[in-house]
């Protein structure tokens, strides 16, 4: 790992100072996570949306909830890169798709799909590359003194997603007049069937997918920072950064006579 590279501040921090790091990362480098993000999102639920009869686009707003840890993949492999001073376009970061989703892309979605520490532990799975007894002890040591902040961060952006939705479906609904309130609200369910409208399941399907792909970046952005800063309490990787520049601070003046 070519530390020197590094982009970022590396020194000790607390866990909600490295959270707030994370959150820097994205104000940063937005530009380079959010149109792969958006574009590699539009790829899947286009051809969904066009295809799939209208009275089920209630699942495909389930499907895009349990498929998120893909995009998480994606978002977090962008972030890696750009920590390292690698840059990275939008092109080649969805070329990049079929290497990133290598390994342990089923688990993602079965039996860590309801992990509250998976936003953590997903560097572990997917940039070490550790597989059996050796990701397990990997996980235990850098978990285990952040672990509820891993769950508190996973809860709270989660209800960050929820209120965010409900309230942009709440501020459209300020907008219709009240002579217009009671039959607007009608139309909201199918008087045949006794269900919700597809176009209200299409409208809130809208709303839940365009705030979870402005949190998302957060979240793991958030969650790799947690991991940035346990790998430099556990490897003194602000310790050697400071060696290197004193090294290369002493060549200078070598070089120079001084």
Known sequence: MQLDQITANIRLRSSWEAVDLGFSMIQRWWASVYPALILFNLFIFIPLFIFIPSQYYVYVMLFFWWIKPYSHRLILHILSQKLFNNDLSTGQALRDIPSVFRGNTFGAITFRRFSFSRGFNLPIWQLEGLKGKARAKRQDLLLGAVH???????????????????????????????SHFESFMSHF??????????????????????????????????????????????????????????????????????
Request: aromatic content about 14%; proline content about 3%; overall charge negative.
């Open 148 to 178: 509820s902040e891993a769950i508190w961060l996973t809860v709270g952006l989660f209800l960050i997603e929820i209120i965010l939705t409900f309230s942009l479906l709440g501020l459209f609904l300020l907008f219709v007049p009240d």
């Open 189 to 258: 369910f199918s008087p045949e069937l006794g269900s919700i409208e597809a176009w209200v399941t299409l409208a809130i399907s809208a709303v839940y997918s365009a705030v979870a792909l402005l949190i998302e970046p957060f979240y793991i952005a958030a969650n790799f920072a947690l991991y940035i800063n346990r790998r430099t309490q556990l490897e003194a990787w602000d310790i050697e950064l400071s060696f290197r520049k004193m090294a290369t601070r002493l060549s200078e003046k070598k070089d120079t006579g001084i």
